[in-house]
């Protein structure tokens, strides 16, 4: 584990841009924890040696409000995955989706590595577990201080 860590702390913080895409429509449905999933190019930018896992920071869409977010970089095992995806669950409640929106993250820690459950209920219960998690690390004030760089685009851009 301390080598995963270690490996993942190496990039962060991450700064990453892009537009938000359909994924594969179980985040809401099947989890009940909505997430913004990136391209596969966006996804393909990512450093090549960055570990697959859990990770947290902060996330905006278009020139929105910055807030809270947690995100995963692998292939989901649970669900056996045959492509790599990013995806990211904003802390957050919004009245509507975003695709086609800019999504905007920091990653600015690094919670566990991705592993496989044995149960629905238990992912659900782990990713319960990571939100509550990313709260906490990012009450701190070495998260915080990066919670405002970077997130607002150029004047007259449309998102």
Request: hydrophobic share 35%; proline share 4%; with cysteine.
């Amino acid at each position: 584990m301390r080598g995963r860590c270690a490996a993942a702390m190496r990039h962060l913080p991450y700064f990453c841009r892009g537009e938000v895409v359909k994924g594969f429509g179980r985040g809401s449905k099947e989890l009940g924890v909505p997430t913004a999933n990136f391209s596969e190019q966006v996804v393909e930018s990512f450093p090549s040696d960055i570990p697959t896992g859990i990770y947290y920071g902060w996330a905006s869409v278009g020139n929105g409000d910055v807030h809270k977010m947690v995100l995963s970089i692998g292939w989901n095992p649970f669900y056996k995955n045959i492509k790599k995806s990013v995806e990211t669950h904003i802390i957050n409640t919004f009245k509507e989706d975003f695709y086609g929106e800019i999504l905007s993250v920091v990653i600015t820690g690094y919670i566990r590595s991705e592993k496989n459950f044995n149960s629905l209920e238990t992912l659900i219960s782990a990713i319960r577990e990571d939100i509550e998690e990313a709260k906490r690390q990012l009450d701190l004030p070495e998260h915080l201080k990066l919670k405002d760089n970077f997130f607002h685009l150029p004047e007259g851009k449309k998102h």
